[in-house]
């Protein structure tokens, strides 16, 4: 009997079947928002002087951390080796953050922001292919 959710076999990093696309596009869209969370506050901590800086930048310590452990969650979640790379660069923005320049977060959270994409864009296009969005 066919239901139309058996896995698709996909080669390389694509998504194997729809639970895990599922899976995949909703850390995805947490994965995201909070990279670009941690982006807008870094810049306006990298502005700020004093107390209000150091506190500043023990905000984005814990959204950094937070996001990070999101990504954690996906790859364990998906079995999809390619949120490991997400985590280090997060990890990378991290050292910036606890080296006290924010402002040098932007390269490493945009590259975690286009391998987040890239994971959402393909978990969206497993969905369609199933009729599931």
């Not at 990504?71 to 997060?90: F, N, V, Y």
């Not at 923005?93 to 286009?114: F, R």
């Amino acid at each position: 009997m066919v239901t139309g959710n058996e896995p698709k076999e996909t080669k390389g990093d694509r998504l194997i079947d729809v639970k895990q696309a599922i899976s995949a596009y909703a850390q995805s869209e947490k994965v995201k928002s909070g990279l670009i969370w941690i982006c807008q506050v870094s810049d306006q901590v990298a502005a700020m002087d004093g107390p209000g800086r150091q506190q500043g930048l023990t905000l984005l310590k814990t959204l950094a951390h937070m996001v990070a452990d999101e990504s954690d969650l996906a790859g364990r979640i998906t079995g999809d080796r390619r949120w490991h790379e997400i985590g280090q660069k997060i990890n990378k923005a991290l050292v910036m953050i606890n080296s006290g320049v924010p402002q040098e977060t932007a390269y490493h959270l945009t590259q975690a922001l286009t391998r987040v994409t890239r994971i959402g864009r393909q978990a969206a296009l497993v969905l369609k292919e199933n009729g599931l969005f």
